[in-house]
């Protein structure tokens, strides 16, 4: 694609593959009962399947995909369900993992429809967090970086459906 590209490395492979190695500890540390993983796509797909890969144990997962609606580089705030579950959630321990926690409205909006199905246990993994763009309080129990406000591709997040492949993150330049 001519034009943009991402001009600063913000996390390398090496320094994302240790950090999600620990969160899989953590995580899998406070799911003793084995855990079903909810992945949102299209982001989450290169994290989930690290972060997947370094639990053992009883693990499970399920795909949904979302769109925020977004108007260029900022969420409209507007979530539409492109893809549901294809299991229920009743009774069991469930992980959302996300990409990135932004202003926080789709994860939210998230959180909610999923409560409403009654798992057991309900948290929430976001690779990435931009604390000074939260629009809500919610709740992501895992955070594996947080991060200033710029917009960043690779390791699953696009820019124009660009990018997802990069083993590294990136910031775009402006
Ligand atoms: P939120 O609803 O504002 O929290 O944003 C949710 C979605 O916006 C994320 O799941 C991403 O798909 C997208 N997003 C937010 N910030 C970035 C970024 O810096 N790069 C790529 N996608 C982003
Ligand atoms: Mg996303």
Do not use: W
Request: glycine fraction near 6%; hydrophobic fraction near 40%; proline fraction near 3%.
């Amino acid at each position: 694609m001519a034009g943009r590209h991402p001009s600063e490395i913000l996390f390398t492979a090496e320094q994302i593959q240790s950090r999600v190695a620990e969160m899989a500890k953590e995580i899998r540390s406070d799911y003793p009962n084995g855990l079903h993983i909810v992945a949102v796509l299209k982001g989450a797909f290169m994290f989930l399947s690290d972060l997947a890969r370094y639990m053992d144990g009883d693990v499970s997962m399920d795909f949904m995909a979302v769109s925020s609606y977004a108007k260029g580089t900022t969420s409209s705030g507007e979530v539409k369900l492109l893809k549901d579950l294809d299991t229920t959630l009743d009774g069991k321990d469930v992980l959302i993992v996300e990409d990135i926690v932004d202003t926080g409205l789709t994860l939210s909006y998230l959180q909610d429809i999923l409560r409403a199905r009654a798992p057991r246990v309900l948290r929430t993994a976001c690779l990435l967090s931009k604390p000074s763009r939260r629009q809500t309080d919610v709740k992501v129990e895992y955070i594996g970086f947080a991060i200033e406000d710029r917009f960043v591709v690779g390791y699953g997040l696009d820019f124009a459906e660009q990018y997802r492949n990069l083993p590294y993150i990136g910031v775009m330049s402006s």
